[in-house]
């Protein structure tokens, strides 16, 4: 066995080095230590607790706590006492819409997680190899199209995101991936062709293709000139790397027992926490907006002029509405205020400036240059986008 797992070294494994993964993080301080000096070991002059044996009590997260406790009562209140909640129009409307959110994007938070512990299983070499190379038009191509392929709602793409980062995709990639995304899915994408037609369906697809791909190019330009950090878990891959007879031979050497099963359980739960605490803070912010903005306002006021335009923009930043129910919104945009170009601009600036995905970003990367990055250079294409559709529809 190497010094390196050996000893209670503080240093970090290098983060362009993909293959220690596991051992090396976990073989000093594990249950079991090889060596019984390395933690808490005892010298003639005082016990010596070890930088890598971490005994520092956990913070208790009080945004996660206090989110699930209220969106737990709301939702308790709705499905146990209808009828005393409907005596308090205020409490009503709150509880309704916790209610009718979280049974609209539980499968898509429960899928993200399961992928997140899948993820967490899957080395750095091979997420590299599918993604393609960070900085590269191919890969954000791969990004990209990933992005419009996977099946999952606006939160649970969240967490595959912040995942993919973890795991050395670079910022542009990342950022391609979720604009292109979050509403691109075939259940999402069935429900739009039902509500807007076809053509629009696949017009507003191809066109947010072209705006992830300008946002993530601009992102890794941004990078390579370091007006914004790279990603510090970079990986680069063997020159010799061959994707699938190294896949073939993990699959080979992998167990699916129970005990693959607790650590992809353990990881969903621990790697989510971060997303989940956003989603849930969303959540209540939708809720609350639902309690004092009026939703016929749309009809009103969201027309296919520049001010519906800014309206819609603002309505959709402020807004949590998941993927689900952006779609109905959307249409209502088109079919009831004509406004087309307000019905892109509302799927798309809810994914370029929603609160949510700018505080995972800014949590996931460390930087607020990151996460303000994404609406600042997002929102102008998606305006100028909407306003041509306006224009000549």
């Known amino acids: 066995m190497s010094d390196e797992l050996n000893s209670c070294s503080s240093q970090k494994p290098d983060a362009g080095n993909c293959?220690?993964?596991?051992?090396?993080?976990?073989?000093?301080?594990?249950?079991?230590?090889?060596?019984?000096?390395?933690?808490?070991?005892?010298?003639?002059?005082?016990?010596?607790?070890?930088?890598?044996?971490?005994?520092t009590p956990k913070k208790i997260d009080y945004l996660l706590w206090s989110t699930s406790i209220i969106i737990t009562l709301l939702y308790g209140l709705h499905l146990l006492f209808p009828e005393m909640v409907a005596a308090t129009p205020f409490l009503n409307t709150?509880?309704?819409?916790?209610?009718?959110?979280?049974?609209?994007?539980?499968?898509?938070?429960?899928?993200?997680?399961?992928?997140?512990?899948?993820?967490?299983?899957?080395?750095?070499?091979?997420?590299?190899?599918?993604?393609?190379?960070?900085?590269?038009?191919?890969?954000?191509v791969r990004a990209t199209l990933a992005g419009v392929l996977l099946d999952l709602c606006s939160h649970g793409i969240l967490m595959v995101g912040a995942k993919l980062y973890e795991r050395?995709?670079?910022?542009?990639?990342?950022?391609?991936?979720?604009?292109?995304?979050?509403?691109?899915?075939?259940?999402?994408?069935?429900?739009?062709?039902?509500?807007?037609?076809?053509?629009?369906?696949?017009?507003?697809?191809?066109?947010s293709v072209v705006v992830a791909l300008i946002t993530g190019y601009i992102f890794d330009r941004l990078v390579a000139s370091r007006r914004l950090p790279p990603n510090p878990n970079k990986c680069d891959i063997a020159t010799d790397f061959e994707f699938w007879p190294e896949a073939k031979a993990s699959l080979k050497n992998l167990k699916f027992n129970g005990d693959f099963v607790r650590s992809v359980g353990k990881h969903a739960l621990s790697d989510s926490k971060m997303v989940i605490r956003w989603i849930f803070l969303g959540i209540l912010l939708a809720a609350a907006l639902?309690?004092?903005?009026?939703?016929?306002?749309?009809?009103?006021?969201?027309?296919?002029?520049?001010?519906?335009?800014?309206?819609?923009v603002l309505v959709a930043t402020i807004l949590e509405v998941c993927s689900e129910g952006s779609a109905p919104?959307?249409?209502?945009?088109?079919?009831?205020?004509?406004?087309?170009?307000?019905?892109?601009?509302?799927?798309?600036?809810?994914?370029?400036?929603?609160?949510?995905?700018?505080?995972?970003?800014?949590?996931?990367?460390?930087?607020?240059?990151?996460?303000?990055?994404l609406p600042l250079i997002s929102v102008p294409q998606i305006v100028l986008i909407a306003w041509l559709i306006n224009l000549t529809s």
């Open 290 to 312: 639902r309690t004092f903005i009026d939703p016929q306002l749309f009809e009103a006021w969201f027309g296919p002029t520049l001010i519906g335009l800014g309206l819609t």
């Open 168 to 207: 050395g995709v670079s910022a542009g990639q990342v950022i391609a991936f979720l604009v292109a995304s979050p509403w691109n899915s075939l259940s999402l994408t069935l429900i739009l062709i039902a509500l807007i037609g076809l053509k629009w369906t696949l017009a507003f697809i191809a066109l």
């Open 329 to 373: 919104i959307a249409a209502d945009l088109m079919t009831r205020a004509g406004s087309p170009g307000n019905s892109f601009a509302f799927l798309m600036s809810g994914v370029a400036t929603d609160y949510t995905e700018i505080m995972v970003l800014r949590q996931t990367t460390a930087s607020w240059k990151i996460a303000l990055a």
């Open 94 to 140: 709150a509880s309704h819409s916790v209610f009718e959110l979280i049974n609209t994007i539980w499968w898509g938070i429960l899928l993200g997680m399961l992928m997140v512990g899948l993820l967490s299983h899957v080395p750095r070499e091979f997420v590299v190899s599918i993604m393609g190379q960070g900085g590269t038009f191919s890969g954000l």
């Open 19 to 55: 293959s220690h993964d596991k051992k090396a993080e976990s073989s000093c301080c594990s249950s079991k230590p090889v060596e019984p000096s390395c933690c808490g070991a005892k010298t003639a002059e005082k016990k010596i607790q070890p930088s890598c044996c971490d005994t």
